[in-house]
């Protein structure tokens, strides 16, 4: 019994054209002003064939054969299927996307994009990674390159003849950037030479492309200490020709892979940089804020991983309920004519399945709502509204980050669970999801990085400026509807964590002033807080576009499917932040003050 896939077009479309008008909002950018619904639609139709048909296929083997290192050659060799899969990815020109069409791009906007990546995601994301990490690359070299570096690199970046990634770990150094020990020795001729070790690098070597472009950070011999002293570096496995051709090997090479508890499709791995010329990107000691186009883009995309795992393991867990027969219903037997139910009669089975379902769709939402704010960001022609979507999308990014990731881990456990025994079993898939999906959460920060940044840095930093500003977009969202009966069930109580969560991030910005470490102490759990703030929002927000669409007279199950998902977050999922807010009143000093605890 193999994993299946079935694309959620369905809810995409309701998702993008009904709850926000997407293609309305993307009409007033210049750069979309031509796209049209047809347009939307056939592209995910086909993404949704090609994850599907092509890409899915991989993900069993992938997990089985992992990827093989030549020590003798440095070179990696990808599980089967992999090449092929990727040789059609880019013969469709599925890279050249949302790129720019100076260079090559089909220029459609990001959040079509991000959606065509999540059915990538449930498909294989050990596989995605590759694509995803290159067109990372791209937005860096795109935002910060110089107008030579670009016309060498985005090109092919943007037909996927060359891959990227993003060098920032080193064996002594995570998070912590600041500690890099990478360096750049200034050359004659303007280039640079780099000389470190670098690990965990994801799709850091492999057989899919002629060529892979590093993204480096290392530090100049002048560099003062600390993340101040960063710079950011292109480095190609092989170096250019002037006329843009692959020249001799620059020594950077593979000297190891992790042998890790998923993504085993992945090739994950250490490279030696042994004096590989490298060109300057952007301004020297400024590295870090140029890298973080990459890394913020990143952590929307692990947000979309996390999603596409969720996804696929609610479906298949889904379908395995109905099938699976299991003791007698409580209130009496449903299926008669068979010797037991299908265990989708039972509740707990049925809290697993609704709670997959309601983390799948409200991270649909909320992924595609940040999608729109980026595009927004990006191309608006009025500033003002540019700004506006931009510290929007600033506030909520870790929250997509690490709300989606936390929630997908537990989805997939939960649906694992659906499946019993079966489900620890290598056959069904389903523990390979598991174990693809933990990464997640450790990726582009870990998740209490992420909380550190969304109430150090997004909430305090600015006094609280963007989530007053998110907090006035939901209220007034919901002023629209609050003479509407049906929909206090949904209002109360996101008006009543709306107005707690005010409160609390006041209390908090007053602990702190006298302690510090208050805003460690309080970040996960603030962050679980402002994620159902963000999700309560958005189910509201379906809810109500569902039950325009039953008052119209359809009678379409799906938008009762949605509603019902709806009322099953708010009873069962909401519910959280009240332990939430039960841990943030607790005084700091039981988590801080226990020295001999932690002896």
């Excluded at 002048?222 to 002293?229: I, V």
């Excluded at 952007?282 to 952590?299: D, K, Q, S, T, Y």
Aim: glycine share 10%.
């Amino acid at each position: 019994m193999a994993l299946s896939y079935i694309p959620p077009i369905r809810d995409m479309q309701f998702v993008l054209h009904e709850m926000y008008g997407a293609v309305d909002a993307l009409a007033q950018l210049p750069p979309y002003a031509e796209l049209d619904r047809d347009t939307f639609n056939a592209v995910l139709e086909e993404a949704g064939k090609f994850a599907a048909e092509v890409v899915a296929p991989t993900n069993a083997v992938g997990d089985l054969q992992g990827c093989t290192l030549d020590v003798a050659s440095h070179s990696v060799k990808t599980p089967d299927g992999f090449k092929e899969a990727y040789r059609q990815y880019i013969e469709a020109g599925w890279p050249a996307l949302a790129a720019d069409p100076a260079y090559g791009g089909q220029g459609l906007p990001f959040v079509l994009n991000q959606s065509c990546y999540e059915m990538l995601n449930s498909a294989n994301q050990a596989w995605t990674m590759y694509p995803g990490l290159s067109h990372g690359a791209y937005e860096a070299l795109h935002a910060h390159g110089s107008d030579a570096l670009k016309q060498r690199y985005l090109p092919k970046l943007t037909s996927g003849e060359w891959t990227g990634t993003m060098c920032l770990t080193e064996p002594h150094c995570g998070t912590d950037l600041g500690l890099l020990r990478t360096k750049a020795e200034p050359q004659a001729d303007g280039s640079y030479r780099i000389t470190g070790n670098k690990i965990f690098i994801s799709a850091g070597e492999h057989d899919l492309a002629e060529n892979i472009v590093h993204l480096v950070l290392a530090r100049l011999p002048d560099a003062p200490a600390g993340s101040k002293g960063i710079s950011l570096f292109v480095v190609s496995k092989f170096r250019l020709n002037d006329d843009g051709s692959l020249g001799e090997r620059n020594p950077v090479f593979c000297t190891g892979l992790e042998h890790k508890m998923g993504i085993h499709g992945n090739a994950t791995a250490q490279l030696a940089f042994d004096g590989a010329i490298g060109h300057l990107v952007g301004e020297p000691h400024r590295g870090l804020a140029a890298m973080f186009v990459m890394m913020n883009g990143a952590r929307l995309g692990v947000g979309n991983q996390s999603l596409g795992l969720t996804e696929i393991a609610f479906q298949n867990a889904l379908a395995y309920a109905k099938e699976r027969l299991q003791m007698r219903s409580l209130s009496g037997p449903k299926a008669p004519e068979q010797p037991a139910d299908p265990i989708i009669v039972h509740p707990d089975v049925r809290h697993q399945l609704l709670a997959a379902k309601a983390w799948a769709e409200g991270g649909r939402m909320l992924g595609s709502y940040c999608g729109l704010l980026l595009d927004q960001a990006r191309s608006h022609p009025d500033e003002a509204a540019r700004v506006a979507a931009a510290a929007q999308l600033a506030l909520l990014t870790p929250v997509v980050k690490a709300f989606l990731t936390d929630n997908g881990l537990a989805a997939t456990i939960g649906c694992q669970q659906v499946f019993g025994g079966h489900g620890y079993i290598h056959e069904t898939g389903m523990e390979q999801l598991v174990r693809d999906a933990r990464i997640n959460l450790i990726y582009e920060g870990t998740n209490a990085v992420q909380a550190l940044d969304l109430l150090g840095r997004k909430v305090m930093g600015d006094q609280g400026k963007a989530l007053t500003q998110f907090g006035k977009t939901i209220a007034g969202w919901a002023a629209d509807y609050a003479r509407e009966p049906k929909m206090a069930e949904f209002l109360l109580p996101l008006q009543d964590l709306g107005e707690r969560l005010t409160e609390l991030t006041q209390a908090i910005a007053a602990k702190a002033q006298r302690n510090p470490e208050e805003i460690g102490v309080a970040a996960v759990d603030y962050l679980r807080v402002v994620g159902h703030l963000s999700f309560g929002w958005l189910w509201a927000r379906a809810a109500q576009v569902a039950q325009a669409a039953i008052a119209a007279g359809s009678t379409d199950p799906f938008y009762s499917a949605k509603l019902e998902t709806a009322r099953f977050y708010f009873a069962r999922l909401l519910p959280e932040v009240e332990t939430a807010f039960r841990r943030l009143q607790a005084n700091s000093a039981s988590l801080m003050k226990t020295s001999h605890a932690l002896a």
